[in-house]
């Protein structure tokens, strides 16, 4: 069941909320289980490593944990008989891909397989395999939808932080820290032919660009509002404008989530316009958003980072999930046409 909220300039915004957590995907570049960062590292409290491009925790060697003997004055010689010492060759420092058990930093074991839908969205058939790695899944066998759907245009990966995060969305209509949330240029923009003429995100006349978002105890909602303000700063509304919204208890740093309208999805991507009076929602779009840092106190204001991947703008009624349009009608939403 999808939850509908009515918000800023009578823009209205889908939030997946309720299903089942879609299967395990790949970690976050730098946390653990996670590749590398090309320099060889990852975030702190965790390395690279060696040989396999994978973030674990570091090795304690002094840990005090370690096995010795009753007898033993202080020398931590590894005892070949007492099985502890196996346990801590169990470790996630000393994960082996490939050993038939999957440990801690290891996404998945060799062998292991699930869906190929579960991977990505845009997949319909077939069975991803763990890699070589134990970090992520193979997809060469993974079928798409077989409509021949192609994405219209595709947003660069983005990464952005919210310095302020309106609590509620009284506070975000009052616009009361608009300033701090005003940019130069838009974080997601893009132009699709349509029909001969291209159709700009956001609208090429825009000179000014308001990114901010709320939250409520369900989720929360980030908006690209454009504007065309003269030199007395008397702005009107420039469309279409861009609406993301995330299920609030999905939200931990590291995790990421996957951007699409169906109920698997915990976070949607629309962008809005007006036609013949009406605001109704022109694209979707499809993609992957990873939490980079969330920071959220009942009663007060939060902060926001996060990074989406490459994300692949469609039409609602030709998505890699087919024709949407019925799930987003059936929320009370219009189809631009």
Not at 76 to 82: A, E, F, L, R, V
Not at 111 to 126: F, I, Q, W
Not at 291 to 320: C, M, N, Q, R, W
Request: aromatic share 8%.
């Amino acid at each position: 069941m999808k939850k509908i909220i009515l918000v800023l300039f009578s823009v209205f915004l889908i939030v997946a909320c309720g299903g089942d957590d879609p299967a395990p995907v790949p970690a976050a570049q730098g946390t653990l289980g996670g590749k590398c960062y090309p320099n060889n590292t990852c975030n702190d409290g965790l390395i690279c490593q060696e040989g396999r491009n994978v973030c674990v925790k570091q090795d304690d060697s002094a840990d005090s944990d370690s096995p010795v003997s009753d007898d033993d004055s202080g020398d931590s010689q590894k005892n070949d008989n007492d099985p502890s010492d196996d346990a801590d060759s169990a470790s996630a420092d000393d994960a082996e891909c490939g050993n038939g058990t999957k440990e801690t930093g290891e996404l998945c074991e060799k062998g292991e397989y699930v869906n190929c839908s579960t991977v990505s969205s845009e997949y319909s058939s077939g069975f991803a395999l763990c890699n070589d790695f134990c970090n992520g899944w193979k997809t060469d066998e993974c079928e798409t939808s077989g409509n021949g759907v192609q994405p219209l245009a595709t947003f660069p990966a983005r990464t952005h932080e919210l310095t302020y995060l309106y609590n509620g969305q009284d506070a975000f209509n009052g616009m009361a820290n608009q300033e701090d949330e005003l940019w130069t240029a838009a974080l997601f923009n893009a132009s699709i032919d349509v029909n001969g003429s291209a159709y700009s995100i956001p609208n090429p006349q825009a000179n000014v660009h308001w990114l901010a978002a709320y939250y409520d105890s369900a989720a929360l909602y980030f908006y690209q509002s454009s504007f065309l303000c003269d030199e007395n700063m008397s702005c009107q509304d420039a469309t279409p404008g861009l609406v993301l919204g995330a299920d609030l208890s999905s939200l931990s740093a590291g995790k990421e989530l996957s951007i699409g309208i169906s109920d698997k999805h915990k976070v949607n991507m629309l962008i809005m316009d007006v036609m013949n009076g009406a605001d109704c929602v022109m694209l979707v779009g499809y993609g992957t958003l990873t939490v980079d840092s969330v920071k959220i106190a009942v009663g007060s204001a939060g902060k926001f980072g996060f990074t989406t991947s490459k994300t692949e703008i469609y039409l609602p009624v030709a998505t890699p999930e087919g024709d949407m349009s019925a799930e987003i009608e059936g929320a009370g939403l219009k189809i631009c046409k």
